[in-house]
C-alpha cells in the first residue's frame, strides 16, 4: 500500500463548477502538505502550502487538512478550462526537509 | 526573479551509457532535490542536497548520484543506463532552512531521458 493514496481520475466537470481533488496517507508524521498542478510536458507548479491542520484559501483555491483522518482535500471554485491539468498531492515530515512523498495525481478536464 | 533551470532539456541515451543532468535553482534557494517521474510510479525522489552535502536520500541504487556546487548549481548522473531509467527528472529547490515555509520546491521543467 503507498504512503499517500490519490484517485488518478480523469475527472472531467463543466466550465464553472466546483472541483473537489482529495488525497490519503497513513504515516501520522506527514506535518506539510502541498498541492501542485502539472501542465503535460511542464514542471509541477506550487499551488497550496499548508502546515499542519486547517484551512488555507488562496483566490478560487482552497486546501483542507484534517490530520486526525489523514485525509487534504483541494477544492477550486468557478473552475476554468485553464485549469485542466493534473493535480499532485505531496508531504512531508517535520524534520524531513524536502523529501517530499508524492500521490500519484488525478488528472482534470474542465469542458466548455 | 528567474526560475528553476535544468539543462539539457531532452536526452537520447543507449543502454550502458552515464548521463550528467544539470540544474541552476533560484536565487537564494540554497536546497535542490531531485526526482524522477514515471507513468507507472508517479514522482519518486531521489535525493536533496544543501549547502554542498547530501540531506536526504530516497531508494533508488548507487548508480543515481548528485552534486552540488557552492553556488548552489546542482548535477545528477545516472551510470550504467538501464531501459527502466527512462523517465522525466525533476530538480526542485527551497530556501532549505529558516521557518517552517523554507521548504516550499519550485521545480523546473525537467530533463526527458529517453534509454534505448
Known amino acids: 500500500q503507498k504512503e499517500v493514496e490519490q484517485d488518478p481520475g480523469p475527472l472531467s466537470v463543466p466550465e464553472g463548477a466546483i472541483v473537489s481533488l482529495n488525497c490519503t496517507y497513513s504515516?501520522?508524521?506527514?506535518?506539510?502538505f502541498m498541492w501542485y498542478r502539472q501542465y503535460s510536458r511542464k514542471g509541477p507548479e506550487l499551488l497550496m502550502y499548508t502546515y499542519s491542520s486547517g484551512n488555507k484559501e488562496d483566490g478560487r483555491f482552497t486546501a483542507q487538512v484534517d490530520k486526525s483522518s489523514k485525509y487534504i482535500s483541494l477544492f477550486i471554485r468557478d473552475s476554468q478550462p485553464s485549469d485542466s491539468a493534473t493535480y499532485l498531492c505531496a508531504m512531508s515530515l517535520m524534520r524531513g526537509g524536502n523529501k517530499l512523498t508524492f500521490g500519484t495525481g488525478t488528472q482534470l478536464k474542465v469542458e466548455l | 526573479k528567474a526560475g528553476v533551470t535544468q539543462t539539457p532539456r531532452y536526452l537520447i541515451k543507449t543502454r550502458g551509457q552515464q548521463v550528467t543532468l544539470s540544474c541552476s535553482p533560484i536565487?537564494?534557494?540554497?536546497?535542490v532535490s531531485w526526482y524522477q517521474q514515471t507513468p507507472g510510479q508517479g514522482l519518486q525522489f531521489l535525493f536533496e542536497y544543501f549547502s554542498e552535502t547530501q540531506r536526504n536520500k530516497g531508494n533508488f541504487p548507487g548508480r543515481f548520484s548528485g552534486r552540488q556546487f557552492s553556488n548552489s548549481r546542482s548535477e545528477m548522473n545516472v551510470s550504467t543506463l538501464e531501459l527502466g531509467d527512462s523517465a522525466l527528472y525533476l530538480c526542485?529547490?527551497?530556501?532549505?532552512?529558516?521557518?517552517?515555509?523554507?521548504?516550499?520546491?519550485?521545480f523546473g521543467p525537467g530533463t526527458r531521458l529517453t534509454v534505448t
Open positions: 526542485a529547490s527551497s530556501l532549505g532552512q529558516g521557518g517552517r515555509f523554507s521548504y516550499e520546491q519550485y
Open positions: 536565487s537564494g534557494h540554497r536546497s
Open positions: 504515516n501520522s508524521a506527514f506535518q506539510y
